[in-house]
């Protein structure tokens, strides 16, 4: 198992930034990749970015494509999520989120069934 914990979420204006971290825990050495999904009320989970760990590919939701960064060395050290230019449309839940899945297609990244763990979730809100 691996047990994630995120922190950094907060109350934000429009514009600003903020940086979220994800601390993973138990059998990091499993994982292949680590990302952040978000939901916000009424919405389903929605992928934001992910990384793997072989290579250190990073991928992107089309909505924060160069406004969000994705960070992390290996499963052992902390993961962030730099969102800079935020929008109130941003508002949400943060979830960190791993998996163990190899080979992981690209393809199927920005489901949320791909992925095995979970955290509880920051809140990110952005005000107008």
């Known amino acids: 198992q691996v047990q994630l914990v995120e922190s950094g979420g907060g109350l934000v204006q429009a514009g600003g930034s903020l940086r979220l971290s994800c601390v993973a825990s138990?059998?990091?050495?499993?994982?292949?990749?680590m990302g952040w999904f978000r939901q916000a009320p009424g919405k389903e989970r929605e992928f934001v970015a992910a990384?793997?760990?072989?290579?250190?590919?990073?991928y992107s939701a089309d909505s924060v494509k160069g406004r969000f960064t994705i960070a992390g060395d290996n499963a052992k050290k902390p993961v962030y999520l730099q969102m800079n230019s935020l929008k109130p449309e941003d508002t949400a839940v943060y979830y960190c989120?791993?998996?163990?899945?190899?080979?992981?297609?690209?393809?199927?990244?920005?489901?949320?069934?791909?992925?095995?763990?979970w955290g509880q979730g920051t809140q990110v809100t952005v005000s107008s």
């Open positions: 989120t791993a998996t163990g899945r190899d080979p992981l297609r690209t393809s199927v990244i920005t489901y949320a069934l791909t992925w095995d763990y």
């Open positions: 138990g059998r990091t050495f499993s994982t292949s990749a």
């Open positions: 990384i793997r760990w072989n290579g250190g590919t990073t």
